[in-house]
């Protein structure tokens, strides 16, 4: 067992975070804890937005990842989009959360250019996961503010991917957080 090393991929709803996570789990090994896990559970009583839904999604991350670190299952992968119904201090829970059981967070967020993400959040692949995949709805959740940056313990990784392909910003990730590879 090794302790928790956690690695959260942020970013606007549609730039990839979960391709690039299944990339990232096949190249280190890492488990794969993507948001929506937790969300669909949650969205299965709770309205998307309501204080029980928002209670709970965030205790439910926050408990699972604390267990994880306890438990010291070793790499973990997170994805998380901005969404402003979340507490802009998660990832600060979220390290202290870990911490306290020698876990280790790293932090990666993923960029692309407004054309590339309008195109992708389309994507159909998307609807599988229960994901926004409307356009028009998307850029006016935008207009309104719902995806507001996020404040991080420490810096994070950023990555431009509008031109990359999955496998290479996964193969980057690894690179620049020193990460094992699978096996």
């Not at 549609?14 to 559970?41: I, M, P, S, W």
């Amino acid at each position: 067992m090794r302790p928790l090393d956690l690695v959260v991929l942020c970013s606007l709803p549609g730039v990839g975070k979960l391709t690039v996570a299944h990339e990232l789990h096949r190249r280190t090994g890492y488990a794969l804890f993507h948001n929506h896990l937790v969300v669909d559970a949650v969205m299965a009583l709770f309205p998307f937005g309501s204080p029980p839904f928002v209670d709970l999604r965030e205790s439910l991350w926050l408990q699972i990842l604390s267990r994880a670190a306890r438990e010291r299952v070793g790499g973990v992968i997170f994805t998380y989009a901005y969404d402003r119904s979340v507490d802009p201090r998660l990832m600060f829970k979220l390290r202290d959360a870990v911490a306290g059981d020698g876990g280790r967070v790293s932090w990666v967020e993923l960029a692309c250019e407004q054309a590339e993400l309008q195109r992708r959040v389309t994507h159909a692949d998307r609807l599988r996961y229960n994901k926004l995949s409307s356009l028009p709805v998307y850029l006016e959740l935008q207009r309104d503010g719902a995806f507001p940056a996020i404040e991080y313990p420490a810096p994070p990784l950023v990555i431009e991917t509008t031109r990359m392909a999955a496998a290479d910003v996964a193969a980057l990730i690894a690179e620049r957080l020193a990460l094992p590879a699978a096996g």
